[in-house]
């Protein structure tokens, strides 16, 4: 059948290729030079298994900037347009989703829209009230960057927001084109799976900041935080996974997800959503604390990037300490291969890693590499394991 996916960012764009396996994928985007890339199979994205399976695979896949072309036909339309939280209306911005739904709406054509991109509580309810419609649903998407496909291939789960016919058909279509047995198919309403979305990132973003104020708690008392992890890992019901420390959690979810969940929680008691959105800028206040225990006159930010094979630093932690030793007037410079610019938030930016190096008092560095370990006496990072 054909499926249209609007937006090819890492959700639009790892479905539109798990899809296009078996099925006629068109996919929208508004940016010419993604569409451009697309039709030559070069990805847009930094993903192995997306940049792969373009240059690879037999994919009935093409991007157009034509939405009528995108959608005419389709049985479903996915969208997958980007979504920010908006911190002053303490709200997502939905309104790239709501002009997709608008699009659809004025063709007057027999389709189901799939909303894939992350929505309040409620949103889905919401859409069918004001527009006066009836197709579209909620299916959330569980991806990690850097490994969307490859999550897509091999699902921890695939939740469908209504029990129905065309429910079960769109499970289905992304169950047939993964590489995993046995995949789990839940069927929910979409205000549930809407739910179900923000409280998954909420407890991963939990994860994060209890291991990393367990590292706080071990360097400034001067602990080994590796043995206590490890220690506390060890119970099964802990587990020995996500638990390695960071400058904070950033990305394209985990931010924004936790403030519209707590955003969702007017009028219901809580203190532990809260907590965990401040425990966020309690990390990087004391990063910043810890590096201006050094007196540096230059500190060198060792990649924006937030995670290892990933060319993401939107809403990266380490853009949040650099604010804050902006503000302490530190120089700040950057060492990041893939900016163009020479300048990023008004910082100098470096492309040679031994200019960079050898100007800098201390590197600071969320994630560490071979590249910075001959100048170890300068790293200050709270990486143990060298994984994400």
């Known amino acids: 059948m054909k499926i249209a996916v609007a937006g090819t960012g890492y959700v639009g764009l790892s479905l539109a290729t798990l899809l296009s396996q078996k099925n006629e994928v068109v996919a929208l985007d508004i940016i010419p030079e993604k569409v451009e890339m697309i039709n030559k199979k070069i990805s847009p994205i930094k993903d192995k298994e997306i940049e792969e399976y373009l240059q690879t695979k037999n994919l009935n896949l093409r991007a157009t900037l034509d939405y009528k072309d995108a959608f005419e036909g389709a049985q479903y339309i996915v969208i997958s347009t980007p ?171 985990l931010p924004k997800d936790t403030k519209q969940l707590l955003a969702n929680y007017n009028k219901v008691p809580q203190n532990l959503i809260e907590a965990i959105v401040k425990s966020n800028d309690t990390r990087k206040d004391h990063i910043t604390n810890m590096i201006m225990k050094r007196n540096p006159k230059v500190v060198g930010i060792y990649r924006l990037t937030m995670k290892t094979n990933s060319d993401n630093f939107r809403c990266s932690a380490i853009q949040g300490i650099i604010e804050r030793l902006k503000n302490k007037n530190v120089e700040i410079v950057i060492y990041e291969p893939t900016l163009k610019e020479n300048i990023f938030n008004e910082c100098k930016v470096i492309k040679d890693f031994n200019e960079f190096k050898n100007i800098v008092d201390v590197i600071l560095a969320n994630r560490i590499d071979e590249n910075i370990k001959e100048v170890q006496d300068k790293v200050y990072t709270r990486d143990l394991y060298s994984k994400d």
Do not use: W
């Open 83 to 253: 979504t920010n939280y908006d911190d002053v209306n303490h709200y997502f911005d939905t309104s790239s989703v709501e002009d997709i739904i608008k699009k659809v709406i004025s063709m007057k054509i027999d389709t189901t829209m799939v909303v894939k991109s992350t929505i309040p509580v409620g949103f889905i309810e919401n859409m069918k009230q004001k527009y006066n419609i009836d197709n579209i649903l909620f299916s959330p998407e569980f991806l990690r960057e850097g490994q969307a496909l490859y999550d897509n291939l091999y699902p921890s789960r695939i939740i469908v927001g209504e029990k129905s016919k065309r429910a079960e058909i769109f499970a289905n279509l992304l169950k047939d084109c993964c590489l995993k047995q046995d995949v789990i198919i839940k069927y929910m309403n979409s205000t549930e799976a809407e739910a179900v979305k923000l409280f998954a990132n909420t407890y991963l973003a939990l994860r994060v900041s209890y291991f990393n104020e367990l590292d706080t708690y071990a360097e400034l008392n001067e602990l080994n935080t590796k043995d206590i992890i490890e220690g506390v890992g060890l119970d099964p019901r802990i587990g020995m996974h996500y638990n390695n420390p960071s400058f904070g959690y950033g990305g394209y979810c």
